[in-house]
C-alpha cells in the first residue's frame, strides 16, 4: 500500500493533526501483539520504522481512537452538509461508502508521520521492546 506523491500532498496538513503523545502509548498498549508481530517477521530483516508500519497497516488501529473518531465525524460532516436529506440515512450511507478508505487513508497518514518522527520514536520503541523483554527474562529468572 505505497503513498503516491498526489496523496501526500493533498494530506500535508492532515499529517500536523496526527497526535504526536499518542504514538509510543498506542505502541506500549499494543505491545504484545507488536513484540509477537515483529519475532513473526524478523526472518525479512527489515528497519524497526518498516516493522512499525507494516504492523500499523496489519492491525489498522489508529494511535488515537479519539482523535481518529472527531477526524471521521468532520469528514461526515463535510460530506453530507450540502445534502439536508435525511441526515442518519446520509451517515449511513457514507459510512457504507467511504469509512474503509477513511481508515486506509488514516493508516497511510500514520505510516507517513513515522517518518517525520523517527528520530525520536525509534529509540524510545526500541528501549520500550527491550524493557519488555527484560521483564519476561526476569520473569523466567524467577521461576
Known sequence: ?????????????????????????????????????????????????????????????????????????????QSIHEKMQDRQAAVSHWIQEHAGRHRDRMIQLQCLYLDKVKEKLLPEIEALLDRRIEALQSKKEDK
Open 1 to 77: 500500500m505505497a503513498v503516491d506523491e498526489a496523496t501526500k500532498k493533498k494530506d500535508e496538513l492532515e499529517l500536523y493533526q496526527i497526535d504526536d503523545k499518542a504514538i509510543v502509548p498506542f505502541f506500549r498498549d499494543h505491545l504484545e501483539d507488536l513484540k509477537r508481530f515483529l519475532q513473526e517477521h524478523k526472518e525479512q530483516n527489515l528497519s524497526l520504522l518498516v516493522m512499525l508500519k507494516q504492523f500499523i497497516r496489519t492491525y489498522r488501529m489508529p494511535f488515537n481512537m479519539q482523535r481518529y473518531m472527531e477526524v471521521q465525524r468532520t469528514f461526515i460532516q
